[in-house]
């Protein structure tokens, strides 16, 4: 019940900075471990190949956001994609820690279906309200890691044609793991698309490529590069927005 109460006071505070935040521009903030971080200031940069960078400064540290282009959409952290990335680096007292959504090792975040397959039941039902009940899960084989497990809705025909949840996220896989989902005909492949110490996803809403600013959301868990012992395992950003930040003329890449 505490738990529920501080996320709920955490929501309403945070409303209310969203709106503080649209009256600031250019604005950034976030909560950070369940903290309230607002940068300083922001700028945003293009690339040649198109490629879009915020920066956000705080008083001793800062966060970087890129994004593969600068089209409206959702891009998603922690993949092997590393065009699309967040990281985040300190520096107090002269102690620098440096964090990033890099493809490591760990228990599945999220999943893609990549083949149907054949043979194979469902797991789920969907209900009247679109959502799926689900009674069963599949095990897994291959990749780097072992104990994942996942909940399927099959065809009549036996061609898996959606994997609803992650029913036990295992441990040891990479992005970009592919997995045999088993029983059926052993031939339903299922690729790690990245992992929960390390994930995320950046949301442009808006390119204003008149004005030249760009506003969106964020989210991410960003992982301890260099092992730090100084520094905690995963620093975790939620409620992340960013509003008309101000993008500078082309960078060189």
Known sequence: MKRFLSLFLIAVAFSSCSEDLKSNKPGFQAMKDDLMWRANDARASVSVDGELTIEALGEYDQVSLNTSSIDEGVYVLG????????????????????????????????????????????????????QYTCNASHNTTGGSGTGLTVSIVANPSGAVTKVVRVVSRGNGYLPGDVVTVTNGDLNCKVKVINVQTSNGEIEITDFDNINMT??????????????????????????????EVPILPFAKK
Request: aromatic residues 16%; contains cysteine; charged residues 10%.
């Open 214 to 243: 760009v506003s969106g959301k964020f989210k991410f868990n960003a992982v301890n590069v260099d092992n730090n012992p100084f520094g905690v395992p995963v620093v975790n950003f939620q409620y992340g927005e960013f509003y």
């Open 79 to 130: 993949t092997t994609d590393s065009a699309n990335s967040a990281t985040y680096d300190s520096n107090f007292n002269d102690l620098a820690l440096f964090y990033a959504t890099d493809p490591v090792a760990g228990p599945v975040y999220s999943v893609q279906l990549i083949a149907n397959g054949t043979g194979y039941t469902s797991d789920c039902d969907l209900q009247t309200n679109g």
